[in-house]
């Protein structure tokens, strides 16, 4: 195994009661790289990501994870009496982290510091996302896997995604995204597709 793996996922099957979803996938992630998983909806994406964070176990097949991560899952788990500002000092103490910084820098770099005192409840369904997405990275870890990580996000907000998205990569993160836009695959070194329940790579890596 290579010394700069920080996933690996290697015969998975998952199913649900009689219905068969991921049927021996693979996939090993890189420091550095820039991941997609696309697929129809109902392919088995969302199981595939929950499988390779550790929030669902798999039938068979093994996960491997050499770092640290941050996951974002595609339905906020956020608590609506809690206010963007409670919902980040929460998550400082339960990545015992001794300052806000960067959490603050990407609030405002997601364009929501207007709300930090407003409750998780009575946000709109896209800042409720930049919210969800903040707090998957705020401890800054080697490993992020993204479940659509901007649904609902305006087009500035979407753009400023894939800047810090790139720049993540640039600094040796990686970055598993789920994506359904056919604009965002140019972002991308490696698109593996879910079909069938495995993993195909589409095209060269950049
Ligand atoms: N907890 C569950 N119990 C039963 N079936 C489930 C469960 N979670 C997902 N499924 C089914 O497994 C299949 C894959 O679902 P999954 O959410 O992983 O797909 P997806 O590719 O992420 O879909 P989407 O693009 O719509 O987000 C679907 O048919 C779904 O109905």
Redesign the pocket.
């Known amino acids: 195994m290579a010394s700069d793996v920080r996933l690996c996922i290697s015969a998975v099957h998952k199913g649900?009661?009689r219905?068969s979803?991921l049927r021996g996938v693979d996939l090993t992630v890189s420091a550095g790289v820039l991941v997609g998983v696309v697929?129809?909806?109902?392919?088995?994406?969302?199981?595939?990501?929950?499988i390779a964070v550790g929030q669902l176990t798999p039938d068979r097949g093994t996960v491997r994870r050499f770092s640290a991560l941050g996951y974002c899952p595609?339905q906020a788990v956020v608590n609506d009496t809690l206010t963007v500002a409670q919902h980040l000092r929460l998550f400082q103490v339960a990545y015992r982290l001794p300052r806000l910084d960067r959490a603050w820098e990407l609030v405002e770099l997601l364009g929501f510091g207007g709300e930090r005192r407003t409750r998780a409840g009575e946000l709109s369904g896209g800042t409720r996302q930049k919210l969800n997405l903040t707090l998957a990275l705020m401890h800054d870890p080697p490993l992020l896997v993204l479940?659509?990580p901007y649904q609902g996000f305006d087009w500035d907000t979407h753009q400023r995604f894939w800047q810090l998205a790139g720049q993540l990569r640039g600094q040796g993160r990686s970055v598993v995204v789920?994506s359904?836009l056919l604009h965002d695959l140019k972002y991308f070194d490696t698109v593996h597709h879910?079909r069938d329940g495995r993993l195909h790579q589409e095209g060269a890596p950049r």
């Open positions: 649900y009661g219905r979803v697929g129809e909806n109902g392919s088995g994406k969302s199981t595939l990501l929950r595609q479940d659509e789920v359904h879910l």
